[in-house]
C-alpha cells in the first residue's frame, strides 16, 4: 500500500489507511474493494457524484458501521479494533448539521470537549482559541440556531479541532453555503494543513473546490476509478483539466480505471 | 486568522495522547447529563407536559374515583389510605415510563438530526456513552417526579418524610429500567413517525396492565388473565418497588426483577448500538446519501 502522497523522506504512519475496504446495504453494494492511504499534512479530496460511496466511507471511518470486509487504520490504530485509539486522532465533520440548535455555541463545543474527556479551564481555553481560529469569536454566548449555514460549519470545524486530530473528515462541508463561505471555509482548512500538520480528506462533488496541489481519490457507485496527486489523475484520464477528467472517470457506464500511484 | 498552538502535533510522527482515566470518563459522564438536563430547561413544553399528565390524573381521576375504587388494608399500607395515596406511586412511575420513552424518542430524534453520530464517534467505549446517557435521562425524570411530588404534597397528599428519602434509590433502579427499554426501543425505530407505535404498544398496555391504579388483588378478581399478564409486567415491579420505598421497605421481589430487567434491556441496548454487530448495522440508518 502505498500513500497517495509521502511528505517527507522518512518512512510514516499513514493518516488514514484504506485496505480493501467493500460495504453493501443488503444486496446493494455501495463500496467495491477500496484501497488507498493519506499521509500526514496533506490536503485529499474524496470525489465522487452523489451515490459514489463518499458518505459510507466517511461512515466506515468514523466507526458508525463495522468494517467487514476490509481494513482502515488511522495512524496505525485499527478502527475495527482499536476504535477509542483511532477515534481521538480523528476530527470528523459530518454532511448533515450536527449542531444541537437549542444550546448555545459554548455548550454545543463543551458538550463534544466532555465526550473527548476535556473539561473544565482547558475545555474554555481551546474553545476560545478555536473560535478565534475559525472567525468566530464573540459569538459563543449566540443559540446555534442563531446561526447561518456557514456559521454553523465554522462551529462544527472548531468542535471537529477541539480534540486536537491529526486527521481531519469533511463530508460535503460546504454543499449549501453560498461563494464567500465556500472560499472562507476551505481558506481555513487548508491552512490548517499547511500550520498545524493535519492531514484532511475533504469529500466533495464540486470540482472548482480542488487544487493542482491536492491529491485525488475518485469514487464511482463504490468503485476506486483514480488515485493519485490532481496533475497525475487528469493526465491518465486523458482529459485537459480536472473538471474534464472528474467527468470522464464519473460517467456511468463502463470505463477503464486511471489508477495512479505516486 | 490565528491556529491554536498544538505542541504534540509533528507532520509525519504519530500523535500521543494522554491515556483515559476515572476523571476523563468522569467529565464524559457530567457533560452528557448536563446537556441533557439543559435540553430539558429549554424546552418548557416539555417540562409542563410531563407534570400537568401526572397532576391530571391526581386530581381529576383520583378525585371522581374515590368513592368508586375502595383500597383495603394491603402491605405496605397500615391503614385505609385515600386512593390519591394509593395511585401515586403508580404516577411517579407513569412519569419515570414517559420520561424513559421520551429519551428513546429524543435518540431517534438525535438518529435522524444528526446528533446522535457526535455521540457515537466519542473515542469513550459505546456502553459507557449509552450508559451515560441513560443515567443522564434518568436524573431528569427524577427531577420531574420530585417535581410532582412536592405538587402532590400541597395537595394533600403525603408520604412519611423519610419516605421521600427512600424512595430516591427506587426512582433511580426503575428510571435505569424504564430509560434502558426506551433506549433499546429507540435502537429498533427507523423513523420519528414509527414512534407513535410505542405509545399504544408499549405505554399503554405498560401502564394499564400494571397495579399503578388499582391493586393487583382486585385485577385478579376481574380477570385471571389480565392479573398474569400484569405479573409478567416489568413495570408492575417497578410500581410496587416505588409503593413500597415510600415507606422504608423493600419488596425484594420487585427489586429483583426490577434490577434484573436493567441488565437485560441495556446489554441488549448495547448489543444494538455496536455497530458490529447490532441493528444499527442492519439498518444503516445514520444519514448521508450513499
Not at chain 1, 23 to 51: E, Q, W
Not at chain 1, 215 to 240: I, N, T
Not at chain 2, 172 to 191: R, Y
Request: glycine share 8%.
Amino acid at each position: 500500500m502505498q500513500h497517495v502522497r509521502t511528505s517527507g523522506p522518512r518512512d510514516e504512519v499513514a493518516a488514514l489507511d484504506v485496505a480493501g475496504v467493500s460495504h453493501s446495504y443488503g444486496p446493494k453494494r455501495a463500496l467495491n474493494d477500496v484501497s488507498f492511504s493519506i499521509a500526514p499534512a496533506t490536503f485529499t479530496v474524496l470525489l465522487g457524484l452523489n451515490g459514489a460511496g463518499k458518505t459510507t466511507l466517511f461512515s466506515l471511518i468514523s466507526h458508525l458501521y463495522d468494517t467487514r470486509r476490509g481494513s482502515i487504520r488511522i495512524f496505525g490504530h485499527d478502527v475495527s479494533r482499536a476504535s477509542g485509539e483511532a477515534l481521538r486522532r480523528v476530527g470528523i465533520v459530518f454532511q448533515a448539521r450536527t449542531l444541537d440548535l437549542d444550546l448555545s455555541v459554548h455548550q454545543n463545543l463543551s458538550y463534544h470537549a466532555s465526550l473527548h474527556g476535556i473539561g473544565g479551564r482547558e475545555a474554555r481555553q481551546r474553545i476560545a482559541a478555536l473560535l478565534d481560529t475559525v472567525d468566530m469569536q464573540g459569538r459563543q454566548h449566540d443559540k446555534a440556531r442563531s446561526l447561518s449555514g456557514g456559521q454553523m460549519r465554522r462551529i462544527e470545524i472548531a468542535r471537529a479541532l477541539l480534540h486536537r486530530p491529526s486527521l481531519l473528515l469533511l463530508d460535503e462541508a460546504t454543499v449549501g453555503l453560498d461563494i464567500q463561505s465556500r472560499a472562507g471555509i476551505l481558506a481555513t482548512i487548508r491552512k490548517l494543513v499547511e500550520t498545524e500538520g493535519i492531514g484532511v480528506l475533504w469529500a466533495t462533488h464540486l470540482i472548482d473546490e480542488v487544487e493542482d496541489g491536492d491529491h485525488a481519490v475518485v469514487l464511482r457507485q463504490g468503485d476506486l476509478v483514480a488515485k493519485g496527486k490532481v496533475a497525475d489523475v487528469v493526465r491518465a484520464s486523458g482529459a485537459g483539466s480536472i473538471r474534464d477528467a472528474f467527468s470522464k472517470l464519473s460517467r456511468i457506464e463502463p470505463a477503464g480505471s486511471a489508477e495512479i500511484s505516486p | 486568522m490565528s491556529a491554536p498552538a498544538m505542541p504534540e502535533k509533528v507532520a509525519g510522527i504519530m500523535p500521543r495522547f494522554e491515556k483515559f482515566g476515572l476523571r476523563h470518563y468522569l467529565i464524559c459522564l457530567k457533560g452528557v447529563v448536563l446537556r441533557e438536563c439543559l435540553r430539558f430547561l429549554h424546552q418548557r413544553e416539555r417540562f409542563i407536559s410531563s407534570l400537568v399528565r401526572p397532576l391530571i390524573w391526581l386530581f381529576i381521576f383520583a378525585a371522581g374515583f374515590r368513592q368508586v375504587l375502595g383500597v383495603s388494608i394491603i402491605p405496605p399500607y397500615k391503614t385505609y389510605v385515600l386512593y390519591e395515596v394509593y395511585i401515586t406511586p403508580g404516577l411517579c412511575g407513569m412519569i419515570l415510563l414517559f420520561s424513559g420513552m421520551q429519551s428513546s424518542l429524543s435518540m431517534v430524534y438525535d438518529r435522524e438530526m444528526g446528533n446522535m453520530r457526535t455521540l457515537l464517534v466519542s473515542p469513550f467505549p459505546r456502553w459507557f456513552l449509552l450508559v451515560s446517557k441513560m443515567l443522564a435521562g434518568v436524573a431528569v425524570s427524577i427531577a420531574q417526579v420530585y417535581a410532582f411530588l412536592i405538587v402532590a404534597w400541597f395537595w394533600g397528599v403525603k408520604a412519611p418524610p423519610l419516605g421521600y428519602l427512600m424512595v430516591l434509590p427506587a426512582l433511580f433502579l426503575s428510571g435505569m429500567m424504564l430509560c434502558a427499554l426506551g433506549m433499546l426501543l429507540s435502537s429498533m425505530i427507523k423513523q420519528l413517525e414509527n414512534f407513535a407505535g410505542i405509545m399504544n404498544f408499549v405505554i399503554f398496555p405498560g401502564y394499564f396492565a400494571s397495579p399503578a391504579l388499582y391493586p393487583l388483588w382486585r385485577i385478579q378478581e376481574a380477570s385471571p388473565l389480565l392479573y398474569k399478564i400484569c405479573l409478567a409486567n416489568p413495570f408492575t415491579y417497578a410500581v410496587e418497588l416505588i409503593r413500597f420505598a415510600f415507606y422504608g421497605q423493600v419488596d425484594w421481589l420487585s427489586l429483583g426483577v426490577v434490577a434484573g430487567c436493567t441488565l437485560l434491556f441495556l446489554a441488549a441496548a448495547i448489543i444494538a448500538y455496536d455497530p458490529s454487530r447490532g441493528l444499527m448495522t442492519r439498518k444503516q440508518d445514520t444519514g448521508g446519501n450513499a
